[in-house]
């Protein structure tokens, strides 16, 4: 079995949440990372990456993600029952290497709303020691929740002036990973040495609501040195700290807090028009505020909110949407009715993907919506819509029955949808739902189907991942045997085929 994970503190995980990354040790031995980066050499990754084939290629990359450290910061930030996601990249710098610019990766080259709430990461591995001369990847602390504020936007040469925080290059050790938010900026930098500078990025995400907390949980109060917390860069932190608050509660699922309430005279809800980079944070701590009023002033907020998601531009309508988080988040009834009706009935595209999103993010406290979001799903023709619909239906639904309605018809879609991005979200949420097809041979016969003949890399993968989630026998025995035909011999190479 191994040994047991190491999960993180309440002060990591705190620190997590304003920094956007963690430096973790692998528990390994340097040998181990210089035989891994002499394989990767003679395998020649470099001039024939193998992409997403990474893993069955170098095999013994499975040993980092499963040393104690490594497994215990993902269970932590991401739940006991996270996936690693089908795609991973091996990044070869060359001597020579010119660096690249500022960008957050996009979603496998698909756009989609961006997660405050920590639902995805990605983790870096340096198997050499990669000082600054060797181009460590840069990472610009606590901007995971900076927007630009396009949200489109995912590549920009120089940083706003407005940041509070530098990039800082992750100068390592062999043998270390960095574990980012996925949407933190970052970027390579110049590799100056001389020799191949390896970072193997592979991205994890949470597949269940969070009920109680994952980490080495001590205090249900955000921990007290994050108020004067700096970034790692020692430069002061932007004050996100309603943000951090709310990010805190939500990972503590079921264990409540009792938040300290405001006035709504004591915030300016008209900071939500902004546009200017420079307002962005306190855009963000006004939105995420806003879920500390207490019921009596939620009406007043809840007519301001409704009017900027109904008649806002992209920005204002952002800001109200984390705002609706915020507050219903905090168990505000009021927040999932509205939410439920700007789905159903605004005449905006926009409006309604936001509010299906929100929903999304709310998970189960969202769970009276999954009858509305499914009749949505069945009427829409737009495929922006679509895509986000099933996403936010695989986190709401609570009871086995809601679960199984749900279920059925995401492998419905999965099967069937024209869209490539539609079927793969839905496959990813059919995934968090798959026990519920135990004794459901047709259903197992159905992803099996989807899994071997789809035109999707994703698609395939996310299958092949609710197979394994099935807990039958029916299910294991077809999974086993599609990946013992597509097995792959990490030995076998063009100079050696036999």
Not at 54 to 65: E, G, M, N, S, Y
Not at 295 to 316: F, N, P, R, V, Y
Not at 345 to 364: H, N, V
Request: net charge neutral.
């Amino acid at each position: 079995m191994g040994a047991p994970p190491k999960l993180l503190t309440d002060e990591q995980m705190g620190q997590f949440l304003v920094d956007g990354f963690l430096v973790i040790e692998s528990d390994l031995p340097r040998s181990f990372h210089e035989a891994l980066y002499t394989n990767a050499e003679v395998l020649k990754v470099r001039s024939n990456n193998p992409g997403n084939n990474v893993l069955p290629t170098l095999p013994a990359l499975q040993q980092v993600f499963d040393s104690p450290s490594v497994k215990g910061a993902l269970t932590s930030v991401l739940g006991k029952n996270y996936l690693m996601h089908p795609h991973r990249h091996p990044h070869c710098n060359a001597p020579g290497f010119k660096g690249q610019n500022f960008h957050r990766d996009s979603y496998w080259g698909h756009g989609k709303i961006r997660h405050h709430f920590p639902r995805w990461v990605m983790l870096m591995y340096y198997p050499q020691d990669t000082p600054v001369a060797l181009g460590p990847t840069s990472i610009a602390p606590a901007t995971q929740y900076l927007s630009m504020p396009n949200a489109k936007n995912r590549h920009f040469v120089d940083p706003p002036a407005e940041w509070t925080s530098r990039d800082q290059p992750m100068a390592c050790n062999a043998g270390t990973v960095v574990m980012i938010h996925y949407d933190i900026w970052h970027k390579g930098t110049p590799n100056h040495g001389d020799i191949n500078r390896y970072m193997f990025k592979f991205q994890f995400t949470r597949m269940e609501e969070p009920s109680i907390p994952t980490w080495d949980f001590k205090d249900a109060n955000l921990p007290r040195s994050i108020q004067s917390l700096t970034t790692s860069d020692g430069k002061p932190v932007a004050d996100l700290m309603p943000l951090w608050a709310m990010t805190w509660h939500w990972l503590c699922g079921e264990k409540r807090i009792d938040p300290s309430r405001i006035d709504l005279k004591s915030i300016q809800p008209s900071i939500l028009d902004s546009e200017s980079i420079g307002d962005e944070v306190k855009r963000l701590h006004t939105a995420y505020n806003m879920g500390l009023l207490d019921d009596a002033q939620c009406h007043d907020a809840l007519d301001i909110l409704k009017d900027g998601m109904s008649k806002g531009d992209e920005c204002k309508q952002r800001n109200c949407m984390f705002a609706l988080i915020s507050m219903g988040i905090l168990g505000n009834p009021a927040v999932i009715d509205l939410l439920s009706h700007l789905v159903d009935q605004s005449p905006r595209e926009d409006t309604k993907i936001y509010a299906a999103f929100a929903l999304g993010e709310l998970g189960k406290r969202a769970g009276k919506s999954f009858s509305l979001l499914l009749d949505r799903l069945n009427k829409t023709r737009s495929q922006l819509e679509r895509r986000n619909l099933v996403e936010a239906i695989g986190n709401v639904p609570s009871s086995d029955q809601d679960r199984m309605e749900v279920a059925n018809a995401l492998l419905q879609i999965s099967a069937s949808d024209r869209d490539e991005q539609t079927r793969f979200q839905a496959m990813l949420s059919l995934a968090k739902l798959a026990d519920v097809f135990r004794d459901d041979t047709k259903a197992i016969e159905k992803i099996a189907e989807i899994a071997m003949t789809d035109a999707d890399r994703y698609v395939k993968g996310y299958a092949l991942d609710a197979l394994r989630r099935i807990p039958s026998m029916a299910a294991k025995d077809t999974l086993l045997q599609m990946l013992w035909t597509s097995r792959w011999c990490d030995i076998t190479n063009p100079s050696s085929t036999f």
